[in-house]
């Protein structure tokens, strides 16, 4: 589980940012260290991760990775692997995400072993689960949901960890879950992870903006969010994080 229980607001900047734009980001953000009452991570790809890291150095925002490789070291052209995240300061990395499971394939057996190897570095797993929008309508989504969490199964239960429900007929089209769906589904999610034996925090994900923000992060069970499209411009972000501190206030 995660020690902290703050509300926590990570933007996941996908395969977008060159350097100049991410310094223009931070030249926005910089003066703006993050408030106390909400934590604030970043997840830029794996070429900003040292400039953001020295970027960030000082202002309280959490560094995270978009993907890890399972083995430590080695001839894995192409890979990286959990030290490198770590010495490029990361303390998150997110698995999982629907992006890797449907474009690139990925499956519950490599998103355990990447876990295992995460935790074995001291990196804290931001575990991607979501329904398609046939699962939802036929619906299974708890199904589909409960298969995703098994990949903890045996963990560790005092292993650092955060999931990040994320509907995929939301992410990136602009259509967010009703409060009411994000209430219901973070109960089973929850529920479903104290079984498990797990507790932890549990963020939503899909088109949060800072329109939707407060009301999101207000749901119960909702503790934060994971914020694609809107995370890639300093002002849209910071407004979200304020949204968190208004809604955790
Ligand atoms: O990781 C972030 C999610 O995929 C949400 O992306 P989005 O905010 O662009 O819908």
Redesign the pocket.
Same mark, same amino acid.
């Given at each position: 589980m995660s020690s902290d229980k703050r509300l926590l607001i990570a933007g996941?900047w996908k395969m977008n940012g060159l350097l100049q734009e991410a310094n223009d980001f931070m030249d926005a953000f910089g003066s703006n260290p993050a408030p106390e009452q909400v934590e604030v991570a970043l997840m830029p790809p794996f070429t900003l991760l040292h400039p953001m890291s020295d970027r960030l150095a000082g202002m309280g925002v959490t560094l995270g990775a978009q993907n890890v490789y399972y083995e430590d070291k080695g001839a894995f052209t192409g890979s990286i692997c959990p030290m490198m995240l770590r010495d490029a300061g990361c303390h998150y990395v997110i698995l999982g995400?629907s992006e890797r499971r449907s474009i690139i394939g990925e499956s519950n057996a490599q998103i355990r072993s990447k876990m295992n190897t995460a935790w074995l570095h001291g990196l804290e797993p931001i575990l991607c689960i979501g329904e398609t929008l046939e699962q939802r309508e036929t619906g299974v989504t708890n199904v589909v949901l409960a298969e995703q969490l098994a990949v903890l199964k045996g963990a560790p239960k005092n292993a650092p960890l955060t999931v990040a429900y994320?509907p995929v007929w939301?992410? $990136?089209t602009g259509r967010t879950a009703s409060a009411e769906q994000v209430t219901e589904t973070h109960a089973f999610v929850h529920e479903e992870l104290t079984r498990l034996g797990h507790d932890c925090r549990v963020l939503y #994900? #899909?088109? =949060?903006n800072p329109g939707n923000a407060e009301e999101l992060m207000g749901c119960p069970g909702v503790e934060g969010a994971? =914020? $694609?499209?809107?995370s890639l411009k300093a002002d849209s972000f910071m407004d979200i994080v304020k949204a968190a501190v208004k809604a955790a206030s």
């Open positions: 996941n995400h994320e939301a992410i $990136g #994900g #899909g088109s =949060v994971l =914020v $694609g499209g809107a």
